[in-house]
């Protein structure tokens, strides 16, 4: 399996990176063609624009594999249930920040299989930086340059604690988790990329007590995970894909010192 991993990972970061450059064309522009979805949502050209690119490019890479997307119909749970494998995209995470223009949003690709996230690709258009692992393999970073280094996560967590947070999600659970916490220090970041950051070393602890899809996720906590950390429901168990009808992720917690018990401080 590593093999069958690391021939996918240079054309998966390379679809990613044309979807990035789809998304930069709208981004520049000054007409985002902004919608709003059935679940109140943003939707933008960008995202449909990336969605094309990517199952287009995935489609032709890997015909066997079958796709699901954020931007793409839904997959009744009888026909999905059924994958062992299969590719988990957001063409766009973070359409608010795309909206803002922060610059604080990715493409996320992700492999499952048997219902584990075994290889992430995490883009940030705006940057040029592209973050990815796989099962085996570890995980990187490559710069605007193409420049690529091994990347991991801090395992003695920082005094004080630094705390990853989403910039658009605030809440009364969250709040009580840092009381309990003790000390520590707020890192706003918006998207996928507060996995990254623990996954890079600069934050330790990203606790997510609010909703977030499959697609959310999948990409970038295989770079968590195979940069070292871990990424787990409340209870402590692994964070899983397709295990039910509806794609929305349980609360989660991603660390990367294992030394503690992250979820202690929940109520």
Not at 31 to 38: P, S
Not at 64 to 73: A, M, V
Not at 86 to 99: A, N, Q, R, V
Not at 220 to 242: F, H, R
């Amino acid at each position: 399996m590593h093999q069958h991993l690391e021939k996918l990972v240079a054309p998966v970061v390379d679809i990613a990176d044309k979807a990035s450059d789809a998304i930069l064309e709208i981004y520049n522009s000054n007409d985002f063609g902004v919608e709003t979805k059935d679940d109140a949502s943003p939707l933008t050209l960008a995202d449909k624009a990336s969605h094309n690119v990517i199952v287009a490019a995935l489609s032709a890479l890997t015909p066997d594999i079958p796709i699901l997307s954020e931007e793409s119909r839904t997959v009744a749970w009888e026909q999905r249930s059924q994958w062992n494998e299969y590719w988990l995209i957001d063409p766009l995470d973070g359409t608010k920040e795309f909206i803002k223009r922060n610059g604080e949003f990715t493409v996320n690709i992700a492999l499952i299989q048997g219902n584990k996230a075994v290889l992430g690709v995490v883009h940030v258009p705006v940057q040029g930086r592209c973050f990815y692992g796989y099962q085996g393999g570890g995980s990187f970073e490559k710069n605007a340059a193409g420049e690529v280094r091994g990347i991991g996560v801090n395992e003695h967590a920082e005094n004080p604690v630094r705390v990853v947070g989403s910039r658009s999600h605030r809440g009364e659970l969250l709040d009580a988790y840092l009381e309990r916490l003790g000390e520590y220090e707020m890192v706003p970041m918006g998207s996928s990329l507060k996995l990254c950051l623990v996954a890079l070393g600069e934050a330790d602890v990203y606790p997510r007590l609010g909703l977030t899809s499959e697609w959310d996720t999948a990409a970038a906590q295989a770079v968590v995970e195979c940069a070292g950390g871990k990424v787990v429901q409340t209870d402590g168990s692994p964070l899983l894909y397709n295990t039910k009808d509806d794609i929305l992720n349980p609360f989660f917690i991603v660390y990367g010192d294992r030394s503690r018990d992250w979820t202690a401080y929940l109520e």
